[in-house]
């Protein structure tokens, strides 16, 4: 009688093994999914342009190049923008054919069609060397709201104004935002040396959530002009007018920081000669999340889980049956409460801190289950050295693999 009661009950916890192991293959694959994901917001590496190559011995003496502010000298250009001239079959008796271009003259004087300017310390044709040097702007931004922040799109909408404030005449500005999209501004002053907007649209912003729950995302709003480089317009911050309105709230966060920078900003080669570097103003919201919220909706969780786990420890080894449905239940609600914390956020490339933290749960139940299907590889007479054993050595091993979860 006794043997067949064994039998049954090994019978069950087969049967709960395989039930487990694929709950388990469930959550190494949500892990996985987290570690092989790209993020959608990391742009592709641009390849750098090719300088051209030096020319060979054999070619015509070299031009050397014309130094900035230097008078441009005429030249006679070569017939085709990327051809050599290829000697001429009807050149007159004891003319010498025509030699190719080296490629230093070619720097010099410019390949294409694409104007540049021999003046200046820039060749593109959007440099203004004759504008008799840079206008510094001082820009100010005050947000008077963010809404509909989703950091699943990353993408928040935003409602501000903006002033320019220049040192002398500026000339006439275009201002573009370039991380944003279905953006109006309205001029409400517009003066020679001020210009006053009230600005509302779309915005995007990468995320970082390594440090989730614990995290704090940073919102962007990218500002440059449309046209002048660096040689007519320098932005500059006005960290007196940088700020936030005095009403301002975003739903979940609290602002950590608000701060202004400017800087140069380089597009990759777009045409020949694009040469000049663009004045950009960045304004930064500092957002983290309510750190009582992140604890009770991530970490009391998933503790609360193992403790229930550890429910069976005490469980009389004659009662296999209710000890490993102490911890099966738990596995099933670990992996769905995972998932549920998934679903809430963008795909990335790493591991969360609540990641890491389900990992420490899912080793901390896997464990428990283990002392479970210990008794079955041993004798009878040894289930009460076992059982003490577990519930010795099990409860200080679990908080310390929990406690490696929380600080990894």
């Not at 006794?2 to 039998?7: D, E, I, Q, S």
């Not at 130094?67 to 007159?92: L, M, N, T």
């Not at 790493?350 to 420490?360: E, F, I, N, Q, V």
């Amino acid at each position: 009688m006794r043997k067949g009661k064994k039998r049954r009950s090994r019978t069950g916890l087969f049967v709960q093994f395989l039930s487990l192991t694929i709950i388990a293959g469930l959550g190494i694959v949500l892990v996985s999914m987290k570690l092989n994901a790209r993020t959608a917001l990391a742009a592709p590496p641009v390849a750098a342009a090719p300088r051209a190559a030096p020319a060979p011995a054999s070619a015509a003496p070299a031009v050397p190049a014309e130094k900035p502010g230097a008078r441009a000298v005429p030249r006679a250009a070569p017939p085709a923008p990327s051809e050599a001239p290829a000697p001429s079959a009807e050149a007159p008796a004891g003319e010498a054919p025509k030699a190719a271009p080296a490629d230093e003259q070619k720097e010099a004087i410019g390949t294409g069609k694409v104007p540049i300017h021999r003046e200046g310390k820039f060749r593109s044709p959007l440099a203004n060397p004759k504008h008799g040097g840079p206008v510094t702007v001082k820009v100010g931004l005050v947000v008077s709201e963010v809404r509909e922040y989703d950091i699943q799109t990353a993408t928040f909408g935003s409602d501000f104004f903006m002033s320019f404030t220049g040192d002398k005449e500026m000339p006439r500005l275009r201002p573009v935002f370039a991380n944003g999209r279905e953006v109006n501004c309205t001029a409400i002053v517009d003066s020679a040396t001020f210009k006053f907007y009230r600005c509302s649209g779309t915005f995007t912003s990468a995320v970082d959530l390594r440090e989730y729950p614990f995290d704090t995302q940073y919102l962007d709003i990218n500002v440059e002009d449309a046209v002048f480089g660096v040689d007519t317009i320098v932005f500059t911050p006005d960290q007196a007018r940088t700020s936030l309105d005095a009403g301002f709230r975003l739903s979940g966060y609290g602002v950590a920081s608000v701060g202004a920078n400017a800087y140069k900003h380089q597009y990759p080669p777009r045409f020949d000669r694009d040469d000049l570097y663009v004045s950009r103003y960045k304004f930064t919201i500092g957002l983290d999340r309510f750190a009582q919220s992140a604890a009770f909706s991530v970490y009391v969780p998933a503790f609360i889980i193992v403790l229930i786990s550890l429910i069976g420890l005490w469980v009389p080894p004659g009662e296999l049956e209710v000890r490993s449905n102490a911890g099966a239940p738990m596995l099933a609600a670990a992996v769905l409460f995972h998932y549920s914390l998934i679903q809430a956020l963008p795909m990335t490339g790493y591991l969360t801190h609540a990641d890491k933290l389900m990992l420490g749960v899912y080793v901390s139940l896997l464990l428990n289950m283990g002392t479970t299907w210990g008794f079955m590889l041993v004798e009878e007479e040894q289930y009460d050295a076992l059982f003490r054993f577990f519930r010795a050595w099990v409860p200080p091993l679990t908080f310390l693999i929990m406690i490696m979860s929380v600080i990894a």
